[in-house]
């Protein structure tokens, strides 16, 4: 189930990325051209700016992603930070 699910996520992360790479900065972009955004023609800063950006956003989109597969798989850590104050709890009381 993590594997198809982790599949799932991959393969709709890289049609996205795909599409903005090769369609929107090569093939769409004399078509984006007409639009103006902030003074430039919309297909030169896509490609120049906006694909980084969507970049960006893919690694943050894949992060919440696959934390939420996780927690719904059981594969979620505890914090570290929690699991250190618990540890030395405990061995405070040891001592």
Same mark, same amino acid.
């Given at each position: 189930?993590?594997?198809?699910?982790?599949?799932? &996520?991959?393969?709709?992360?890289?049609?996205?990325?795909?599409? &903005?790479?090769?369609?929107?900065? /090569?093939?769409?972009?004399?078509?984006?051209?007409?639009?103006q955004f902030f003074g430039f023609p919309?297909?030169?800063?896509?490609? !120049?700016?906006?694909?980084? /950006?969507?970049? &960006?956003?893919? /690694?943050? /989109?894949?992060?919440?992603?696959?934390?939420?597969?996780?927690?719904?798989?059981?594969?979620?850590?505890?914090?570290? &930070?929690?699991?250190?104050? !618990?540890?030395?709890?405990?061995?405070?009381?040891?001592?």
């Amino acid at each position: 189930m993590y594997w198809n699910a982790n599949k799932r &996520v991959l393969y709709t992360l890289l049609t996205v990325w795909a599409f &903005v790479t090769f369609g929107c900065g /090569i093939l769409l972009a004399d078509w984006l051209d007409r639009f103006q955004f902030f003074g430039f023609p919309l297909g030169f800063w896509f490609t !120049q700016q906006g694909a980084m /950006i969507f970049y &960006v956003a893919l /690694i943050f /989109i894949y992060h919440f992603w696959m934390k939420k597969i996780e927690r719904y798989c059981g594969f979620i850590e505890q914090d570290p &930070v929690k699991l250190t104050k !618990q540890l030395l709890r405990e061995n405070d009381k040891g001592a």
